[in-house]
């Protein structure tokens, strides 16, 4: 692990405040919130740095008490802002509305204007990223805006210039853009990625791969030169494709609490394992257990420690390899 300014993970994209309802309330009546700090790319900076790793998030934010809420929240897990100041723009906003079924939980975002989105190269601290083990972001952020898509391709290409590792999550999100979109966007940006993260049925559906999951992954890794693809499968866990092997690791049983950041949780566990020079298959196991913590905390993030993880391994073997 590195130490000073130098850091084993930095990760780039938008952290939003969100505010929750109590489960089974609905936002049109409720009479308060819970507010927290939530961010895919946040929620893997605090994961690896809860987890032992130096971790740092880039960004962009306005002079504003919601901006420094969420630099204070980051602080709190010992993630260091690298924040370009914003003279205009807005922290973005989400609500949470959980609830089961049949109605299911709902997300209303509230994140137009957000300042992030006009964040560039230039503004930002990019040498952090090229002095960097491994840099992360995920396709939430060039969703954003087609400057923010723009960066992104630069970020990862100087990081892949710098021969810092690059991590891509797909994260298709539907209510930020279509299918076609996503996959025109975030497809070109899969030759720069040395690990690429990808739901299974995003993989079917944004980007029209067939086959079984161990399939996609091969033929992902072998289209683009990826040194690593990690499938996601929900309650199947998950595999990986790698060196042309293909690990399968199954889902810890977990009482689901809050199930939002589980996937952030996931890749944070992975890297975080990774980056001690631990094998794809110990760190998919690790991401798993982190996962499975991850379900029973409110809030995006993942507050775990190497002791619960370590517990969550030794407790249920039998989901280490299936």
């Known amino acids: 692990m ?14 939003m405040i969100r505010h929750s309802v109590a489960p089974g309330e ?39 008490p919601l901006a420094r809420h969420v630099e204070a929240s980051l602080r709190t897990h010992g993630v260091t802002p690298l924040v370009a100041p914003s003279e205009e723009g807005r922290v973005g906003v989400y609500y949470l509305e959980p609830a089961g079924a049949p109605r299911g939980t ?77 996959r025109a966007t975030c497809e070109p940006l899969f030759d720069a990625v040395d690990t690429l993260v990808v739901a299974e049925r995003d993989a079917r559906t944004v980007l ?3 086959g079984s999951a161990a399939d996609i992954g091969a033929e992902l890794a072998a289209d683009h030169d990826c040194e690593t693809v990690l499938v996601t499968r929900g309650a199947e866990g998950a595999l990986a494709v790698h060196d042309g092997e293909t690990v399968e690791q199954g889902a810890f049983d977990a009482d689901t609490f809050d199930p939002i ?16 020079g631990e094998s794809v298959r ?29 517990r969550v391994l030794d407790s249920d073997t039998s989901a280490i390899e299936r």
């Open 2 to 15: 590195t130490t000073g300014d130098t850091f084993d993970v930095v990760t780039f994209g938008e952290t």
């Open 26 to 64: 609905r936002l049109e009546t409720a009479h308060g919130t819970e507010m927290r700090a939530a961010g895919a790319e946040s929620n893997v900076a605090v994961t690896v740095g809860r987890l032992g790793g130096e971790t740092a998030w880039l960004s962009k934010l306005p002079d504003s």
């Open 106 to 182: 709902n997300v209303v975002y509230d994140r137009e204007s957000a300042a992030v989105r006009t964040a560039t190269p230039e503004e930002l601290a990019t040498e952090h990223v090229e002095r960097a083990e491994a840099f992360y972001t995920s396709g939430i952020t060039p969703a954003l805006s087609t400057t923010l898509a723009d960066t992104t391709r630069t970020l990862l290409d100087r990081a892949a210039a710098a021969d810092t590792h690059t991590v891509f999550d797909l994260n298709y999100r539907a209510k930020l853009w279509s299918h076609e979109e996503c």
């Open 208 to 210: 029209s791969r067939e």
């Open 261 to 276: 950041g589980t996937g952030d949780a996931f890749v944070g566990g992975y890297l975080a394992r990774w980056l001690d």
């Open 282 to 310: 110990d760190s998919m196991a690790y991401g798993a257990a982190t996962a499975a913590l991850k379900r029973t905390i409110g809030g995006d993030v993942a507050t775990v420690t190497p002791d619960e993880v370590e």
